[in-house]
């Protein structure tokens, strides 16, 4: 049980163009969902938190414009990448969570690499 | 705001050898933690965690960890490790709830010698 995934596995896009990276709970209804970056050789960030029907809630210093994130249902959470360029090339994991549950569920995570 | 320490960046263990990965956390109340393995270009594994009771905490791949609060601590050890276990490992701490995300340490990236 507990199960997340990600779609795609990973991406390439070209400087300027948006891509929408899925992150869905596939055994669990999630109340809440993160959405991390993890630079090569390097830890994970918190990028922003997202509960089913609300807006995002964004760490300090990531631009939410920049970042799209929709929680449109319990299943589902897409963040979306607009104008992505090289510097978001990054490796994206989703997790989600039930309120009262203290464990994240991690999806395999998606490459993203902008040309 | 919480945060975690993983002192040793890398770190070499002979394969057969025992292993401890350090991990530190600051956090004013009652911390959730975890570990994690991560293998190149992979998403995390839960090794185990700890939320609550028995201060020493059995995970997979025999793998153990013990949380002592006097000392903010809670390092993983492994009394035999194999050549599989060479990997990245994170350890992160919760607020609980569910409602917040977790703040991860830098990772110590494990080398097994043959």
């Known amino acids: 049980g507990a199960v997340v995934s990600q779609h795609p596995s990973w991406v390439i896009c070209k400087s300027g163009t948006s891509v929408k990276i899925e992150c869905r709970s596939l055994d669990f209804q999630a109340t809440t969902m993160f959405w991390y970056r993890q630079f090569p050789k390097q830890s994970l960030m918190l990028m922003a938190t997202?509960?089913?029907?609300?807006?995002?809630?964004?760490e300090q210093g990531v631009e939410k414009d920049k970042f799209l994130i929709n929680h449109a249902s319990l299943t589902l959470s897409t963040l979306t990448v607009t104008s992505a360029h090289p510097e978001d090339s990054s490796f994206y994991i989703c997790s989600a969570g039930t309120t009262g549950d203290h464990e994240q569920y991690f999806g395999p995570g998606t490459r993203l690499t902008v040309t | 705001a919480q945060s975690v320490t993983q002192p040793d960046i890398h770190i070499t263990v002979s394969e057969g050898a025992s292993l401890e990965l350090r991990c530190n956390y600051s956090y004013g109340a009652t911390p959730y933690l975890f570990w994690y393995v991560q293998s190149p270009g992979q998403g995390l594994q839960l090794l185990l965690k700890?939320?609550?009771?028995?201060?020493l905490v059995q995970g997979i791949k025999g793998f153990e960890a013990e949380f002592k609060r006097s000392q903010s601590s809670f390092n993983l050890r492994k009394p035999s490790v194999h050549w599989s276990d060479a990997a990245e490992y994170f350890c992160?701490?919760?607020?609980?709830?569910?409602?917040?995300?977790?703040?991860f340490g830098k990772g110590t990236h494990l080398i097994i010698q043959p």
């Open positions: 992160a701490v919760g607020t609980g709830g569910g409602a917040d995300g977790l703040t």
């Open positions: 700890y939320f609550s009771g028995d201060t």
């Open positions: 997202s509960n089913e029907g609300s807006k995002a809630t964004y």
